[in-house]
């Protein structure tokens, strides 16, 4: 069907929508009057972001309802609160508030209470933070902050309002929030986003039909000799067939050119409802109708239909477009512009299985299209699967491409209708996963192709087919440093799920060859089946491939001894439990003694006790459980406790340990009088940053202390996260830890504008943590929960929202040069995607040749000057005479630059890494790729 005939169409263009322009300024902020609210009385969309209390009450500045934000004790010494709030439940409204680049925007908010107030606009992606109002100090009266905002990054995807509060017991009501765009305010810049459209060209054929009549969202299309054309929009569209037959054999035959996908997907009846032409409209009662071997369609009903001609027949087929892979309506994750693979390698492909449509989908396909060398694996076949993050397929059917033949693969992947849900889920359960791997065959030649897919359900819902640019680099060649640290803190990929044995065996090898030296395992205690004897036996299996791939094991208990809050699970150890327990000394004393100790309820011991007189049986019961723990798992050079918890709620309630035995402690600390009232009330009011201070020095200080001599005892190094920023736990640990394992930088990008920061962030933990050497962390991706639109919520942490693969060479090597100690890739290593383990190999080859400068070495960042480029893109190590210059290039162009090194040694010589000779160090010439990073080695 190539021939001249889709030449002839006449172009009657049918606009869908329309767009309004608005001469009053627009508001952009859904329920900024916090009228809206969910069924736990909460105002929808807004939310807490690290510590808080928020609530809806009806004391409203107008309207009937307000926002209550009461702050509560945090490292951070603020509460944060946004709206729209990006992890707000169900998704109905935006996400975030897209905004056009050099557009000014203007916020306010109506607030009264007491504390200080600050209001904000919240860039998305978060690396690019917030811009704030001054501190407002809060009134009894309402008063009225305003914030302009110009939206200059170009990386910002959107924006969110954020409201600060900090001061002892501050509470803010909040109204009438507001964030809007003026036109007048902005000559030549629209805020709304451009709508992708397109132009679908059909032609329709008819064999013994009277009248046919073609519409698409119930906009009726002109046709000519049967052709004709339409614009849609981006999302779903409706197309719908109204045709009366003329004989006993009629048929219909629409095609849209280009779109082979569509042909023949369509259901019919003869009794519509009035919303038949609408995309949502429910159509499953309507029956799936076969095309004949010309093409031609019709209802089931023909020969009813055939002896009254005069009935009408009705067909119906839902299309999905997006632009582009990465649409509004996306199914790949996470979102990546261009998809890179190593030849030899592999990539993992994450297909989101939700509906878009309101209910849910049956006989779901997804259909993938490759170019011969490429191979999909790990999804055949029966192996352990578990929660919702990976899916496994009913079906996997691999065939050649019915138009490309051989030259291509064809995969096909039937899901079943409880993988693919709509509104009517009834378990809060309507975003699941299927991870896709697909290898490329070490001998491919181009250097870039496409993948091509397409979605199809229902008999007649079809996606057009999607395109997905492919980028292909050399092998992965990285290297496993000895002493520097590249770890997964989430070992086992996808955390909550399981891969296929083939598939996890290529991750592991990959990862080993992109240079990762550690994983973590998390595992309960011996005879604890907190998740099953099939997890525990796959988590081993993990274990041994790490090990068999020179990666080492990190042992993750899920018991965390210094547990924070009212409760030590109901599955912690019997050992520990039954301990305290007969020991009336050990067990906590919770604020005003409510609730009473409960082996089942309430159970946390004293860590008064346990760091004095119960120390050296509490380490004895540690040590068992740790070595039930190791004997289980084996393979593991390194105990680490994660513990980021706050150490107190602000009411009190629930919190421990208010003994004697703490309070003389804590007397002591504080330096008080025999006479000082130490009430538990009193700990909570006038003596409350003092207590809160014994408590980090105590808790997070003396306990830890306490394990890291059971950990050295069993001939392992002892680490323990906990957030940065929370300077008072660090303080506290100073010498009682093996490494430091702060989120540094956290979910943030290290680039040129936070590389000071982490700089002086370093500085913290060698002055007053007394380590040289920390393990830092860092995130690729965040967020893929299985609540409904959770797809939507995945956020890449990069520069601008999308994977930015080629940056975790600099990142790497930034972290490298910074932390001096390790870098955690969080959570696990699958989540570095397309073509991300490639650069890390480049950044991991050059930390494992230099790892001595890395390791040993100190910043000397003046001793390398170049007028073409500066600290924070000109990173110097020294370690005695030797040097190492890091040339970060951020840029989207290459870079030349005149390096002169300063104060050397006669005679010294200098290199790029990999490149050229060795050349007279004192001046030379270095070319950066763009966004990329060299070293230059000066011996």
């Not at 906990?722 to 290290?750: C, E, H, K, M, Q």
């Amino acid at each position: 069907m190539s021939g001249g005939w889709w030449r002839l169409v006449a172009y009657a263009v049918i606009a869908l929508a329309s767009r309004t322009v608005q001469a009053d300024p627009v508001e952009l902020l859904p329920n900024g009057g916090a009228e809206k609210i969910n069924d736990k009385m909460i105002p929808a969309y807004f939310g807490v972001q690290n510590a808080g209390e928020i609530a809806s009450i009806p004391a409203p500045r107008s309207g009937d309802r307000a926002v209550r934000m009461t702050a509560r004790p945090h490292e951070w010494n603020a509460s944060f609160f946004t709206t729209p709030n990006p992890s707000s439940y169900p998704q109905d409204d935006v996400l975030t508030i897209k905004v056009a680049r050099g557009g000014l925007y203007r916020a306010s908010v109506w607030v009264r209470g007491r504390g200080e107030f600050r209001l904000g606009v919240q860039q998305w992606p978060s690396v690019l933070g917030s811009e704030m109002s001054k501190p407002v100090a809060l009134t009894k009266q309402w008063q009225r902050i305003d914030l302009v905002y110009r939206a200059q990054p170009a990386e910002i995807r959107g924006v969110n309002l954020q409201f600060q509060l900090s001061g002892e017991n501050a509470i803010a009501d909040i109204d009438d929030a507001s964030l809007t765009f003026d036109e007048e305010d902005n000559p030549g810049i629209q805020h709304f986003d451009r709508i992708p459209e397109r132009e679908l060209t059909f032609r329709l054929d008819v064999r013994q039909v009277r009248s046919a009549d073609l519409f698409v969202n119930g906009q009726q299309v002109p046709l000519n000799q049967g052709l004709g054309s339409v614009t849609i929009r981006e999302g779903l569209a409706a197309l719908t067939l109204r045709a009366t037959p003329s004989g006993g054999k009629p048929g219909l035959r629409l095609r849209l050119k280009g779109q082979p996908e569509t042909d023949g997907r369509w259901r019919a009846t003869v009794k519509p409802e009035a919303q038949w032409h609408e995309a949502a409209y429910d159509d499953r009662g309507w029956p799936s109708v076969a095309s004949d071997d010309e093409g031609f369609m019709w209802t089931a009903d023909v020969k009813r239909l055939a002896r009254a001609p005069a009935k009408e027949a009705y067909f119906r087929q839902v299309v999905l477009w997006n632009e582009t892979h990465v649409g509004p309506n996306r199914c790949i994750l996470p979102m990546a512009r261009e998809w890179g693979i190593s030849r030899g390698g592999f990539e993992n492909l994450t297909l989101a299985l939700y509906s878009p449509l309101p209910r849910s989908l049956s006989d779901f396909e997804f259909v993938l299209d490759v170019p011969a060398g490429f191979r999909v694996f790990g999804k055949s076949g029966d192996y352990y699967t578990r929660y919702v993050l990976n899916q496994k397929p009913d079906t996997v059917i691999d065939e050649p491409h019915p138009r490309v033949g051989t030259k291509a693969n064809r995969y096909r992947f039937s899901h079943p209708p409880g993988h693919l849900r709509g509104d009517d889920a009834t378990d809060g359960i309507f975003t699941q996963y299927s991870v896709i791997p697909v290898s490329l065959d070490p001998t491919y030649a181009p250097n870039t192709t496409v993948f091509r897919y397409h979605r199809r359900a229902n008999g007649n819902f079809t996606e057009l087919e999607q395109r997905i640019p492919i980028r292909v680099f050399p092998p992965v060649n990285g290297r496993q440093p000895k002493r520097f640290m590249i770890s997964a803190y989430v070992g086992m990929p996808l955390g909550y799920s399981a891969l296929s044995p083939d598939h996890l065996e290529a991750l592991v090898r990959q990862v080993a060859a992109a240079g990762w030296t550690h994983c973590s395992v998390s595992i309960a205690s011996p005879g604890s089946n907190t998740w099953g004897k099939d997890w525990l036996a796959y988590q081993k299996t993990y274990l041994d491939l790490c090990r068999q791939h020179g990666i080492q094991g990190i042992l993750w208990p899920w018991q965390s001894f210094p547990i924070t809050g009212s409760l030590i699970e109901r599955d912690e150890p019997a050992a520990l439990l039954d301990w305290v327990e007969a020991t009336p000394g050990a067990r906590a004393r919770y604020f005003n003694a409510k609730p009473a100790w409960d082996r089942d309820r309430a159970n946390m011991y004293c860590p008064s006790f346990v760091t004095g007189e119960g120390a050296e049986q509490f380490r004895r019961i540690v040590a068992k459980i740790w070595s039930g723990m190791i004997t289980q798992m084996g393979g593991t050079d390194i105990i680490w406790t994660d513990d980021e918890r706050a150490i107190f709620s602000a009411s009190g309630e629930g919190n421990y340990c208010f003994c004697d035995r703490c309070k003389a402690g804590f007397r002591e600390f504080a330096a008080l009088p025999p006479d000082a009232g130490l009430s538990d009330e009193a700990l909570f009011t006038t003596h409350n940053r003092e207590w809160r201070l014994f408590w980090a020095h105590l808790w997070f200080g003396k306990v830890h202390g306490e394990l890291r001599k059971t950990a050295n005892g069993l001939g392992k190094r002892y680490m323990v996260y906990t957030w940065n920023g929370s300077n008072d736990l660090w303080r506290a640990a100073r010498g009682n830890l093996d490494i430091a394992f702060p989120g540094l930088p956290g979910s943030n990008v290290l680039n040129a504008q936070s590389q000071k920061n982490t700089d002086d962030s370093m500085a913290f933990y060698r002055r007053e943590v007394g380590v040289s050497n920390v393990q830092g962390q860092t995130f690729a991706l965040l967020g893929a929960g299985a609540q409904k639109n959770a797809w939507a919520m995945q956020q890449v942490i990069s520069r601008d929202g999308y994977v930015d693969a080629k940056s975790w060479k600099s990142q790497v090597l930034r972290l490298a040069a910074t932390l001096q100690g390790g870098v955690d890739l969080g959570e696990s290593a699958i989540d570095y995607r397309a073509g991300s383990h490639y650069w890390i190999g480049e950044a991991t080859r050059i930390i494992a040749e230099f790892e001595h400068m890395f390791v040993d070495g100190v910043r000397a960042d003046t001793l390398a000057v170049s007028s073409q480029i500066a600290y924070p893109n000109l990173l110097v190590l020294k370690n005695g005479d030797e040097r190492l210059i890091l040339i970060f290039n951020e840029d989207d162009t290459g870079l030349d630059v005149t390096l002169e090194n300063v104060d050397l040694v006669h005679g010294q010589r200098a290199r790029v890494f990999e490149q050229g000779e060795w050349v007279d160090a004192e001046k030379m010439r270095v070319t950066v790729p763009a966004r990329d990073a060299v070293v230059v080695h000066v011996q």
